[in-house]
């Protein structure tokens, strides 16, 4: 069917690839049309059809229609060409699988017809035998031939069933083939074709690299025409700038030898502004500190002031608490109810206050109307009297001086208070004074004055006399007035604004919906948005009006909230609600500013409406200065020498505070000079930045005297800074600034002055040149406002010299080497209008290693000239250059002259160059080798030096076959000055004595030569591999290479091969040879074997094994880190729960003596200290360490070399401690690439372990274990598994065949031993990256009880009915496994529901029956239990057990079944329990059976306790006797039975203690044969008696009738019972 499908898909390959071909040929005719950029997709035919004829545009449409159409045929020809290549791709691979199945088929063929043709001959040969043993008679060998005949025989009918059906398949795989040959041919001519394509294609390929080729090489042809052109234009420019450049160093020099001048003098004046302004400072400094000491001691005042304060109101809460208790405790002690009575007392304390509060509001309103009509009034007399005389100032309270005073103070302009001067303890009175008022302020100090009662410990005085007397009553309004007119209007008024207010004191808002739409955003805007106080000046007033519109949906209400704290002393808002506002209605807002201090103050105007609040934001800016300048760059273009120009420049303040400036003249080097920082003049006692620190001084509360120390001790230091700046800015601005007749560039009338607010000044810039070149100059402007950073300019010009001029007055050769030429071009330059002749002159010490050519010539007018420079230095340079060549630097600089007709002045220039030499050095002079052999290759470095200053190529040439030289193959460039090193590789073809030169060659084709020597060597030993390279083997994973140690030594003859020597020394000779492996210690390798001999033309397998591990070292490291850090762990917690506790006690402290001055402790966390653990490879943290290491393994790459010494003779024949001549020159090496990665899976769970322990687990139970493997690796896995021991107690439960990159996968092992053993497995887990081996413990312990009830049946004897007894055993653990058991009665067993829904089985006798579970109560409680039902046994101890008998009727055959199970399924112990109960004293028991063991269900009727005495019915007793007689002769024993008399213990009262029995009847037993002893008896509680039975058949007694008698038996207990008992004896013969 396969071959079918295949023929048939073929085929409609074929034609799909027909009409492929056709469709690619038509595709290559027209290759411009396939573009894929260009898509139009087809209209449907139907749509063609009803467009109809279009005239315009529709040949356009036609094109794009073909060209889609063609596209589509493209498309489709190509997709059927791959799909024609896939096809033949798929029949060669068909072919070749099945060529190679038909190969393998042939050759089982063969070999299962060998295996036939050798069991014939085997066959015929043991029938040759069979036939001599037959002859011989020996037939037990020919019994044992024609066995191995049948067997051979029937291997020989295998192998021709095989042999048919290898047959069968070759014939069918040659079917197949012809099939596929017929596929192949068909399609022979695709094939042709797509190669003939795949040539035009290949064609094509090349003659587009041929072309892409051509244009990338006029490419880069162009761009090195390029980079040579920007190579001479980029050493033009430089020529330029170094010409400028040493313009401009010539000027600077000179400019520095005049300004040298001045700077004596300006230094001296520098140091008496400076002496002047110590003295100064320590004066200012003294005050300062003066100033301090006393803020200082206010401070501490204050403080002590506020402690008193503190006491006072601790003490008066303490006496109101007294209060409290003794008023509690005389009521409780008056019988009444304290808890009423303080519930009563604060009652009336609330309605005290509520009454208070009216009483204010009441009083607050009528000062609001009183102080309305006042203000009107006074408003209405000022308008009267506005020509008059004012009136005296009104008294100002204590806030308003001190606010007023700091407001002068900060401005400078305190005035003195008493007298007309203000002296510096005065000033410190106002400080003192000033901290105080500010102190009491802020502290927040909650005390009653009204609880002091010495008026000598009032501190504070009130603003009015007499506030605070208690004479002083406040005004009355009277009653009248009052109840004339309510002061809220009516009732209904007051609730509503109340409501209202409570609302917006609460900051409730109400959501505003108009027709369905609810208002979100600003409820109402402000213009301006911002309310902006700019420029302000420190005392004057501001008023701004803000309009306020309602942006809201409906009507709306604005309610001022306030400003913010910062800004409520400067700032005071006046907002009259104007009520319910509609949509779009303002209402304005005045905000008043009065500047305190000169400081910028930022924050929020705050209202509240009626959807929600919002602010309107303030801003208040200081004056400041705002400077710039036009331009950064003046640039005065080309003057002649002596002419003068003049720009300007203009210096523009846009800010609103003006300053002085000065324009200075920056040096080169002052681009980091210091701001300009001029003297300040101080008219108060503080300067602006005391002022700051003053502020933060009142600002703070806390600490404020230590942030007021700090900040004023610092004061010195950065006044002492600002002097330094100050005199090095001077130093530079005096002696740095040259005069202005020798400077060409320089400033103008105007350089320093005042500019204003909003203005601009111009500034002149002069330019008189007086040397030729470019000059540049720097300024500066510095301003005294420290706030203004100093603004830069350059000044640029240029001055032009004499007519005949060299762009490059400096001529730089760069770098030359002795022996070489080199030449440049000079270009000479005129401005004259007229010819001039030239002539060229060299300095007579150089004129035989440079020249001018040519030496005269003409330069025509206004044009250039250019002469040839050439340089040809000797070795003889320096000693003809003289004092031009520095022989440490070995730099030239040559003077040249060029003579200008009718002009005494010389043009000069100057030729430059560094001269250096070629020489490369090779160190060392000589290599030897040493002895290398055959096998291997030596590698030595040398080292190549350059002591060129240029970088030179070079390379060794004519290297012998047998050396090799790297990198590079000895070919490279050596930088200047460089030192290469070089590795040379010598690999000996044979043994021989080898001494060779090595010859390297600079580019300049100079030879430099290193000799070298050798010796090689031939081992008579050689290794199949010398170099093995591992595949990266992962960690603890094992890796395994082999090879062989060949001895191919045979013979002495040199001419058939080489012999092994050392050297031209004597050959090895032929024998056994011995080899040893000596590795270095502490590898990861193993080789096995590392000793051995191999003879003569044999070889010797060597298996070398790669298995890395984790060192021993990095481990440890790692585990004491780990311990490391969880000490550190331990010990931050417990120190931060430690500083924890301690905060809280002192917060706590802190609480409670409120600001006591005591220092603040915090206990400092000590540094964990590591104790040094033990750790060794079995504990925790090791493993925990060694699995981190594992799993964070990057990886690494090891080489190791392993030294194999060869010895001639054999191991066996040494002596035990001889050892072996091995020679070190014939020494093999074995190179090792050792590549470790981290292993692909890790074991997560159990730390890491590999190695897991079921630990002790009971036979015939099973451990299960979980073991978690995670991929590490960026892959998904597929895993395999070892097969464990399919006998042996491992087995692994739910195996996976890939693990995903990245998840966990569970391993589930169990453990389940048959026997007690102790068994070890492994579980190889097999991925292509590796292989984890996991090891698994375990011991199988047998669980081994032992029960102290022999015969396993515990009888509890005779209780009395609705009575107990109670007995005990034991169960004894003797295995080392603590074993769970549980007690479990049949009785109780599910399965006993089931077996009483049958018949009892009362005819069946005692020993068929197979129930043990017998009478039961009639209460439905279980007649025995046990006690404990469970538990856990351990090993080597014993468990009691206590077995109870509680019967509730009279029975005898009360019966259970206890069984002993282990760990729920194992049954050790089976016991039966029985028990009889009686509801009288006495029992009897003996005899047969007369009834059967099931108890009847009918309910028996029991004994009234009123007649129990009376009871005398008979009970039977059946007793047989047996009197065997197996001799007639001989007499024989007599028949006995016994029956057992019983007394109960019971706990019930009885009359007797003893139970007697009486047998009656005796004399007639006698009679019959029987004896009975004894007939009477007492029985003690808790005894049996046995009464003996015993028969002797008398001389007239028939055997063939039984002999039947009868007698009565009376018990006398606590009732009387008798019971008949029935003997029945026979004789039982022999016969």
Request: proline share 5%; charged share 25%.
């Amino acid at each position: 069917m396969g071959n079918v499908v295949c023929h048939s898909n073929a085929t409609h390959a074929t034609g799909n690839a027909t009409h492929s071909t056709s469709n690619a040929t038509h595709a290559m005719e027209r290759p411009e049309l396939e573009d894929p950029e260009f898509e139009v997709e087809a209209l449907p035919r139907g749509a063609e059809m009803a467009a109809g004829p279009r005239p315009h545009g529709s040949l356009k449409e036609q094109r794009a229609a073909n060209s889609e159409q063609m596209e589509k045929t493209g498309v489709q020809d190509r997709v059927q060409a791959l799909r024609v290549r896939q096809t033949l791709e798929l029949l060669d691979e068909m072919h070749e699988e099945k060529d190679a199945s038909m190969q393998k088929t042939r050759e089982e063929l063969s070999a299962c017809r060998q295996r036939m043709s050798l069991l014939s001959k085997q066959q015929k040969s043991l029938a040759a035998q069979t036939a001599l043993e037959q002859d011989a008679n020996n037939m037990a060998a020919a019994g044992r031939l024609e066995a191995a005949s049948r067997r051979l025989h029937a291997e020989l009918e295998n192998e021709e069933a095989l042999r048919a059906r290898i047959t069968a398949t070759l014939r069918e795989d040659e079917n197949a083939m012809w099939h596929i040959e017929l596929e192949k041919g068909q399609f022979e001519e695709a094939r042709k074709h797509l190669q003939e394509e795949a040539g035009a294609r290949e064609r094509r390929l090349q003659a587009h690299a041929a072309r892409q080729l051509h244009q990338e090489e006029e490419a880069w042809g162009k761009a090195q025409r390029n980079r040579l052109l920007r190579t001479r234009k980029s050493m033009h420019l430089q020529r330029e700038l170094g010409l400028r450049h040493q313009k401009l160093l010539e000027d600077a020099q000179k400019n520095h030898r005049v300004a040298v001048k001045f700077l004596k003098a300006s230094l001296g004046r520098v140091r008496e502004r400076e002496q002047k302004e110590e003295t100064k400072s320590q004066k200012h400094m003294k005050r300062r500190m003066d100033a301090v000491l006393a803020l200082k001691n206010n401070i501490t005042a204050n403080r002590e002031t506020l402690r008193k304060f503190q006491a006072w109101g601790q003490a008066r809460a303490e006496l109101a608490e007294q209060k409290a208790r003794a008023g509690k405790e005389l009521t409780l002690a008056r019988g009444g109810d304290a808890c009423r009575h303080l519930i009563h007392q604060h009652r009336h304390q609330e309605l005290e206050a509520e009454r208070r509060a009216f009483e204010e509001e009441q009083k607050l309103r009528r000062q609001e109307i009183v102080s309305k009509i006042l203000k009107e009034e006074a408003e209405e007399q000022r308008k009267r009297q506005r020509h008059r005389p004012a009136r005296a100032a009104p008294r100002r309270t204590l806030r308003d001086k001190t606010w007023t005073y700091i407001s002068d103070f900060c401005e400078g302009k305190a005035e003195p208070v008493t007298s007309g001067y203000l002296e510096e303890e005065e000033e410190h009175e106002h400080c003192k004074n000033l901290w105080l008022t500010k102190g009491l302020s802020t502290e927040s100090v909650q005390v009653d004055l009204s609880a002091l009662h010495t008026p000598e410990d009032i501190l504070a005085e009130p603003e009015i006399p007499g506030l605070w007397s208690e004479d002083h009553k406040l005004h009355q309004v009277p009653k009248e007035e009052v109840d004339q007119k309510p002061v809220g209007g009516t009732k209904m008024e007051r609730d509503i604004l109340a409501r209202t207010v409570e609302q917006l004191r609460g900051g409730i808002v109400h959501k505003q919906v108009v027709s369905g739409r609810e208002f979100k955003g600003r409820p109402f805007n402000s213009k301006p948005e911002v309310i902006h106080f700019k420029d302000f000046d420190v005392g004057k007033v501001y008023k701004k009006k803000v309009t306020l519109i309602n942006a809201t949906y409906t009507i709306n209400y604005c309610k001022l909230v306030g400003v913010e704290e910062s800004l409520r002393d400067f700032i005071h808002v006046d907002f009259d609600p104007p009520g319910p506002m509609s949509a779009g209605m303002s209402c304005e807002v005045l905000v008043t500013f009065k500047p305190m201090i000169n400081k910028d103050l930022e924050g929020n105007v705050s209202f509240l409406a009626q959807t929600g609040g919002f602010s309107v934001p303030l801003k208040c800016s200081t004056k400041k200065c705002s400077l710039s300048l036009d331009t950064d760059l003046i640039h005065f273009g080309s003057y002649t020498v002596g002419e003068t120009t003049t720009q300007a420049v203009t210096l523009t303040n846009v800010g609103g505070l003006g300053t002085r400036f000065r324009f200075l003249v920056a040096s080169g080097s002052s681009d980091a000079l210091e701001d300009f920082q001029p003297e300040l003049k101080m008219s108060s006692l503080f300067t602006f930045e005391d002022k700051s620190v003053y502020e933060k001084i009142l600002t703070s509360s806390s600490e404020p005297h230590f942030e007021a120390f700090e900040s004023l001790v610092d004061l010195p230091n950065r006044r002492e800074s600002e002097k330094q700046d100050e005199a090095d800015v001077a130093t530079m601005v005096n002696g740095g600034i040259p005069s202005e007749e020798l400077t060409e560039i320089t400033l103008g009338k105007i350089t320093q002055g005042e500019i204003g607010p909003f203005s601009s000044i111009k500034v002149p810039i002069i330019f008189a040149p007086a040397i030729p070149g470019e000059v540049e100059v720097r300024f500066k402007v510095i301003f005294k406002d420290p706030q203004s950073p100093p603004l830069h300019f350059r000044a640029l010009g240029l001055a032009v010299d004499v007519p005949v001029w060299l762009p490059r007055p400096t001529v730089d050769l760069k770098i030359c080497m002795y022996d070489r030429l080199y030449q440049d071009s000079i270009l000479v330059h005129t401005r004259s209008k007229a010819a001039l002749r030239l002539k060229f002159e060299v300095c007579k010490e150089l004129r035989g290693h440079m020249e001018l050519l040519p030496e005269t010539g003409y330069i025509q007018a206004m044009s250039t000239y250019s002469v040839q420079l050439k340089f040809f230095p000797r070795h003889s340079l320096p000693e003809d250059a003289g004092k031009y060549f520095d022989k440490e630097t070995r730099v030239l600089e040559a003077p040249m002259i060029i003579r200008v007709a009718d002009q005494i002045k010389p043009v000069e220039f100057t030729v430059q160059a560094i001269v250096t030499t070629s020489d490369l050095e090779l160190s060392p002079s000589e290599v030897d080798f040493g002895h290398c052999t055959v096998y291997e290759a030596l590698r030595t470095e040398i080292s190549l030096s350059n002591h060129s200053l240029l970088p030179q190529m070079f390379g060794f040439v004519g290297l012998p076959k047998f050396v090799d030289i790297q990198p590079n193959d000895g070919f490279g460039t050596i930088m200047p000055l460089e030192t290469l090193q070089l590795d040379v590789i010598f690999q000996p073809a044979k043994a021989k004595e080898y001494s060779f030169e090595l010859v390297c060659k600079s580019e300049i084709n100079r030879c430099f030569r290193l000799s070298c020597r050798a010796v090689g060597v031939l081992p008579p030993l050689e290794l199949s591999h010398y170099q093995i390279k591992f595949a990266a083997t992962a960690l603890y994973d094992t890796s395994v290479a082999t090879l062989y140690v060949i001895n191919s030594h045979l013979s002495m003859n040199k001419l058939t091969h080489s012999l092994p020597r050392i050297g031209s020394e004597e050959a090895s000779p032929v024998g056994p040879t011995s080899f040893e492996f000596l590795p270095p210690p502490d590898l990861p390798i193993t080789i096995s074997p590392s000793v051995g001999t191999v003879l003569p033309g044999k070889r010797c397998l060597v298996q070398v094994a790669f298995r890395p591990v984790l060192s021993h070292e990095v481990i440890m490291k790692e585990a004491m880190q780990i311990t490391a850090k969880e000490l550190e762990t331990k010990a931050f917690r417990k120190d931060t729960f430690l500083q924890k506790k301690e905060l809280w006690k002192q917060s706590l402290n802190a609480i409670r003596t409120h600001s006591r001055d005591r220092p603040f402790r915090v206990s400092i966390p000590q540094a964990p200290v590591t104790t040094k653990q033990e750790i060794n490879s079995s504990s925790p943290q090791y493993e925990i360490a060694k699995a981190n290491l594992t799993r964070t393994f990057q990886g690494k790459f090891d080489k190791f070399v392993v030294p194999c010494v060869v010895a001639s003779g054999d191991l066996k024949d040494r002596k035990a401690l001889e050892p072996m001549n091995f020679s070190p020159h014939n020494t093999l090496y074995l190179e090792l690439w050792c590549p470790t990665v981290a292993p692909p899976i890790v074991v997560t769970s159990g730390k890491g372990q590999t190695v897991f322990d079921f630990g002790d687990i009971a036979v015939g139970h099973r451990g299960i274990m979980k073991v978690s493997l995670q991929n590490i690796t960026s892959e998904d896995l597929s895993m395999e598994f070892s097969v464990l021991n399919p006998n042996g107690p491992f087995v692994l439960l739910n195996p996976s065949s890939k693990l995903r990159s990245g998840n966990t996968h569970v391993l589930a092992l169990s453990f389940s031993p048959h026997e007690s053993i102790m068994a070890q497995e492994t579980l190889n887990i097999i991925t292509k990256r590796g292989t984890l081996t996991l090891t698994f413990l375990g011991t199988g312990v047998a669980s081994m009880i032992t029960c102290s009830i022999e015969g396993d049946v515990l009888n509890m004897g005779y209780v009395m009915a609705r009575e107990s007894v109670s007995s005990s055993f034991k169960l004894q653990n003797d295995s080392s496994l603590p074993i769970k058991f549980w007690v479990q009665l049949e009785s109780l067993s599910s399965t006993r529901a089931e077996a009483r829904q049958q018949l009892p089985k009362f005819l069946s006798p005692a020993a068929h029956r197979t129930e043990v579970v017998g009478t039961q109560n009639h209460n439905g409680q279980s007649v025995f239990s046990v006690s404990p039902v469970e538990g856990l046994l351990l090993p080597g101890k014993a468990q009691d057990f206590t077995v109870t008998f509680s019967p509730d009727h009279e029975s005898l055959y009360y019966s259970d079944r206890l069984q002993v199970v282990l760990f729920e399924k194992k049954v050790s112990h089976r016991i039966l329990l029985k028990g009889a109960a009686r509801e009288h004293m006495m029992f009897v028991e003996g005899g047969d059976a007369l009834d059967v063991p099931v108890e009847s269900l009918t309910v028996m009727t029991a004994w009234d306790p009123e007649h129990r005495e009376e009871a005398e019915d008979l009970k039977p007793i059946l007793v047989t006797l047996d009197y065997v007689q197996l001799d007639i002769d001989a007499p024989a024993p007599p028949a006995t039975r016994e029956l057992h008399v019983g007394c109960i213990r019971t706990t019930q009262p009885a009359a007797k203690k003893t139970g007697e029995f009486t047998l009656d009847s005796l004399t007639w037993l006698q009679h019959k044969g029987f004896s009975i002893e004894p007939s009477r008896g007492s029985v003690e509680r808790g005894q049996t008696k046995t009464i003996s039975i015993s028969w002797v058949p008398p001389a007239d007694f028939d055997p063939d009738h039984p002999l039947m008698a009868w007698a009565l038996l009376q018990l006398r207990g606590d009732v009387k019972e008798t019971y008949k008992i029935i003997f029945v004896a026979n004789v039982v013969t022999g016969a």
